[in-house]
């Protein structure tokens, strides 16, 4: 009959307070409600609290459930009436969620979206360094075998010989608990270094470590990886930018914002 | 005496829900609150019902105050309690602001920032293209002399050479009430092709675009250039995207949400 509703919700970054209130009165409307937690870790999230905040029961789907299902207990209810879906940042930045919207479309069902704050722009924000320098993206991923992603060392090469800077998204496993640090990314890197040799990640290479985003006190620390390899930022979720040429002001907010040493204004052109 | 703190809150993409519950509980709690909203444009927005959902009067501050007197009302303000300054969409995307953080920071004020959903990853997710597929982002700018920029048509084209997307923001000259459509970057790019000829945008070049992100009800069209540039969007804001090499899964996400011709299909690989 046409009346099925899907909307998705993002939750933002940290915890249930940055849900935005488009969100919480489409949450309190709908016949079900429901959320995952496994594609970002929000720090200071209680589903509890949220539940509360809401006046609603809020029910945790996995990946199992939205992938392996294919989110058919979704889809179900969603082809009677409204029903929302939380998600942790901005929604679709996960694909998961993309091939959930293309199956809901096709089965006829409305989509509405309302938008969260994601690490995407956070990170960029925070540090004070300029969207439009930004190259591609990538991942880092958990090596757990004797075989080395190539590829997020590539990006930053290639980025960096553009004078692009690099975000790199570091690896969740939240099945697991499993939260990638900047530590261990920068691990990870180092061995690929050896590996192909290229330069791109050595110790006196300047990277900035963004932890808990979105939090009240979120950490930020810019410094040659020599220092920054050891440095403490607490727990995840944490991410990591390698800057390509500076800008004058971007080395300013380095300075000021992420405690980056002084010296680094030589890398501005 | 150290008591000054300067919160900046993003509001979000379109209307006055769009902030999130710590951004409502911040300006409740805050000494002073202040608002700009010439740096982009929210199409549902109104003052007056922000003022009355928040219960709390809430000061414009132009491009003038925030950069010609470099925002000196509010970090007085700032300095002797706390002071929220709300934006559009999320923090510090805008360069403006981060100057104004810089000068905050120095002056001895703490700062928290609250940060907002964001055009940069909500135009990204409603297409269902994928966030690591994006190379460098552009601005389109109005062209009222003869004189053509070449950058945005270079980045789109070094991007496209590597198989990645490009996402193009549209100028926004708020003060003269111009707000850049589609149509109109399209009609721009079509004169910068003419000037220098290396066919990246062309009648046959794919692109999408994307009207209102974060209403209710979005409008987003991917065609061809020959029929795209005709396409009606209705009113600003906009944002143009020109994909690269497409994933099966993008090219579905194409055709399904933005209406594109099943022939996108030739372009995955």
Known sequence: LGV???????????????????GLEAVRSAESVFVELYTSLMGGFSLERLEKMCGRKVAVLSRHNLEEEEGDILLEKASKGRVVLMVPG???ISTTHVNLRLKAVRKGLKIRVIHGASILSAVIGLTGLQNYKFGRSVTIPFVDS??????????????????????????????????????????????IEQEYG???????????????????????????????????????????????????????????FAGAPENIRRLVG
Chains 1, 2 share one sequence.
Do not use: W
């Open 146 to 191: 004797a075989y080395l992603p190539e590829s997020p060392y590539r990006v930053i090469q290639e980025n960096r010989a553009s004078g692009l800077h690099t975000l790199c998204f570091l690896d969740v496993r939240a099945d697991e608990g499993r939260y990638m640090c900047v530590n261990e990314a920068i691990e990870i890197l180092f061995r």
């Open 90 to 92: 901005d929604p679709f």
């Open 4 to 22: 099925g509703e899907l909307v998705f919700v993002g939750l933002g970054l940290n915890d249930e307070k940055d849900l935005s209130i488009k």
């Open 198 to 256: 290229a330069g791109v990640v050595t110790p006196d290479t300047l990277a900035v470590g963004v932890a808990r985003a979105g939090s009240e006190k979120p950490v930020l620390k810019a410094e040659y990886i020599e220092e920054l390899k050891d440095y403490d930022f607490g727990p995840p979720p944490q991410t990591l930018i390698f800057p390509g040429r500076l800008h004058f002001m971007e080395a300013e907010a380095l300075i000021v």
